[in-house]
Every structure is written in structure tokens, then in C-alpha cells.
């Protein structure tokens, strides 16, 4: 697909500064299921991968617009089970036309294994979840060259055509062109992200805390006759208030999708949204940790993106009633004034912001009452457009 050259607009940038406190919780495990850190300043703290959050954004995102994208080895299964139970086709020959697609195009295919019982693309697919519909038309209509052939086997060519199949992996829906693509096996598949996500770390030090917990045997319990409980295990759990930060690049997503300023808008208010309020689910039934940000201040800039991590390299300390919300959303306040005064206000747009804080925070721009009034504000001047549009 040809790349549209950017639409010029007020703003390129919107960067998304968030202010959230997470109660005990563990959003992001490492591969031994601690509790993620990073060293920042003198202190550990408690951090929440990019990778992590990004899910959670994506999901909500997703919902949001109501599009799908299937992220997958497993396409050609896919295609299989679909012909199967919608299409009713016998399984032996369903079987065959999730090998073929799976062989079909310029993607390593690998045989089944012990870990996957069918044939895999050696690269994971990102595709829109329609595309599945559209692999099985394919298939159907060369379902009489399915018939002849056998099944797949290393190093045999695929009866089904490349070019059709290549055509369908490079295909793209409002979730593809914001979080990009990469799929350099296919020509011309790869898609530029438009959105930049920080990993989210405490504003202040943070100790990791071992939850020892134990499973009740209920027929123990209820007979008496013994001691002892069905399980024993320890989790790490942390807690702490989180900066978190990202940024989408106008520019990037108008050269992914064309000269649409109202797709531009709605896809852009949908992911600043999700950004805004999502929060990864892991260890969820455990702890609950379903809180908001505190804060959320937005910008619009021109020039490049900003980012205000910085603003707890020096870790914030507790205030006089012991909570680290209050002086982190101040310690943001007086960063984005210094900032501001340094780049002389270069390359900004705009500016505000919405949260709990009850006094004003002069370095933050315009106040809005809501989320949804300041993310309809700095798309709106990012785009060039109205408010109310």
C-alpha cells in the first residue's frame, strides 16, 4: 500500500501526561512473577512495561472503535475452523486449506510440533479479524485445486496463490494504522505505528512486599480429622503512584490513512481515551486495582514530543498526611513550568488538563471538568477544528 504524504495541521504531536495511584497490586510480572522495578534517581521503583499497558490501551481501543485486529501464528487454524463450522466443509479438507494458507505466502511455514499441533507461520501475523473471512474466500474459491492436492509437507509449494493471500496480510483497519506493523516477511506489509508508549513508573521509591497465602481444603475443613490446606504459594505485590506518558504522531497517522481529518479525529480521541482510563488486568480478581488517574494533562505541540519523566528523577516524598498524589501532581506543575520557561514556549499548541486537584496548577494550562472535555479540546487544536466538532 502506497504511503499518502501528511496533511498539514496545527498540532503533529499530543502528548498524554497521566498522574495515577495503583493501590497493592502486581499489573506486570517479570518471568519469574515479581513485581517489575526500574532504578530512577537513587530509588527503586515500581514499573509497568509499555509492552503491558499498550495491550490494555489496545483493547479498550479496540472496543472503543468497534474494530478487531488478530494478532497470530495460528492464521491458518483459523481459516481451518472457520471453513469448518461455518462454511460446513468436511474437516480433512478444512484441515488441508488452513496448511496451504499457512504455506501460502512468503512466510516461513513450520510443521506441527510438540508445542503446536498444526502448521505455523514462523512470523506472527497482524491482521484485521476479517481477514480470516477473507483467506477462507480464498480458499473457497479454489476449492477444487484443494481437493486434488495433499496435505502439506516441508518444502511443497502451496496450491493457493500468494498474491491474494499476500494481499490479505496487508490489510488494514483503524488499529493497524495507530499501532503499526511489523512484518517484514511481506513485502510491503510493514505499517509505521503513530503512537509512542512509555513505560509507567512510581514517582517515588517503592518496596516489593511477598504475599504468603493459603487455599482452604474444605473437606479438611469440615471433617476435622487432619491438618494442612490444599495449597500454599507467596506472590509480590507493590503499590505506589505511577507516571505514565505517550504521544501520537498526527503526521504518521494521516500518512497511514490519507487526507481524513474526521477518521484522524475519531481514532485519535478513541486511543487518548483508552490511554486515559485502561488499565492492565493481571492479577485483577487478587486486588481489584480499578482505580483513575488523579490527573491527566495533555498537550499539543508542533515540534516534537515532550515527555516530563523527568519531574521525578528526584523521587517526590510524602506529604504531611503521608500520600505521594498530591506532591507528584505539584512536582508536575512546577516541571512543565520549568520546561515551558526553557523552551520558551516553543512549538506548543495548547495545553490543559482535568483531575482531582482542587487548586490551580498554573503550569498545566487550561483546566477542563472532565476527561472527555479536555480530550475533545486538544483534538480539536491539534486538528485545526472546532471543539464541538
Given at each position: ?14 502528548c498524554a501526561h497521566i498522574v495515577q495511584s495503583i ?98 507461520t514462523n512470523a506472527a501475523v497482524y491482521v484485521p ?261
Amino acid at each position: 500500500m502506497t504511503a499518502h504524504l501528511p496533511v498539514p495541521t496545527p498540532g503533529r504531536f499530543i502528548c498524554a501526561h497521566i498522574v495515577q495511584s495503583i493501590p497493592y497490586a502486581n499489573l506486570n510480572r517479570d518471568d519469574t512473577n515479581s513485581v517489575k522495578t526500574v532504578q530512577y534517581g537513587d530509588r527503586e521503583r515500581t514499573r509497568v512495561s509499555s509492552q503491558c499497558w499498550k495491550r490494555a490501551v489496545r483493547n479498550y481501543f479496540q472496543r472503543a472503535i468497534g474494530e478487531q485486529a488478530l494478532r497470530t501464528r495460528r492464521i491458518g487454524e483459523a481459516v481451518e475452523k472457520h471453513l469448518r463450522e461455518e462454511r460446513q466443509w468436511p474437516a480433512d479438507l478444512a484441515r488441508r486449506a488452513g496448511q496451504h494458507i499457512t504455506a501460502g505466502s512468503s512466510i516461513t511455514a513450520d510443521p506441527p510440533s510438540d508445542d503446536a499441533p498444526a502448521w505455523t507461520t514462523n512470523a506472527a501475523v497482524y491482521v484485521p479479524t476479517t481477514a480470516v473471512t477473507e483467506l477462507a474466500d480464498i480458499a473457497e474459491a479454489h476449492r477444487v485445486q484443494l481437493e486434488a492436492a495433499k496435505d502439506m509437507k516441508k518444502g511443497v509449494k502451496s496450491v493457493l496463490p500468494a498474491a491474494g493471500i499476500e494481499g490479505v496480510l496487508r490489510s488494514r483497519n483503524g488499529v493497524i494504522n495507530l499501532f503499526g506493523r511489523m512484518l517484514a516477511e511481506v513485502d510491503k506489509a510493514g505499517v509505521d505505528g503513530a503512537v509512542q508508549v512509555a513505560h509507567a513508573l512510581t514517582t517515588h521509591g517503592t518496596d516489593v512486599e511477598l504475599d504468603y497465602f493459603a487455599a482452604v481444603d474444605d473437606i479438611t475443613d469440615a471433617w476435622k480429622d487432619t491438618t494442612g490446606s490444599a495449597h500454599m504459594g507467596s506472590s509480590e505485590f507493590s503499590a505506589g503512584v505511577f507516571y505514565r506518558y505517550a504521544t501520537i504522531d498526527l503526521a504518521d497517522l494521516l500518512r497511514n490513512i490519507g487526507p481524513d481529518l474526521t477518521t484522524a479525529r475519531q481514532l485519535t480521541t478513541a486511543f487518548l481515551e483508552a490511554f486515559v482510563l485502561s488499565l492492565p488486568e493481571a492479577k485483577k480478581t487478587a486486588t481489584a486495582p480499578h482505580t483513575i488517574p488523579d490527573l491527566v494533562h495533555l498537550t499539543v505541540r508542533q515540534d516534537r514530543p515532550v515527555s516530563y519523566a523527568a519531574a521525578f528523577e528526584q523521587p517526590v516524598t510524602a506529604d504531611r498526611t503521608g500520600g505521594f498524589s498530591a506532591p507528584s501532581r505539584a512536582a508536575l506543575d512546577h516541571y512543565a513550568q520549568a520546561a515551558g520557561r526553557l523552551l520558551g514556549g516553543r512549538g506548543l499548541v495548547t495545553a490543559g488538563w482535568a483531575g482531582l486537584e482542587t487548586t490551580d496548577l498554573a503550569g498545566l494550562g487550561r483546566r477542563s471538568d472532565s476527561f472527555d472535555e479536555l480530550i475533545t479540546a486538544s483534538v480539536a487544536a491539534a486538528l485545526g477544528e472546532e471543539a464541538a466538532a
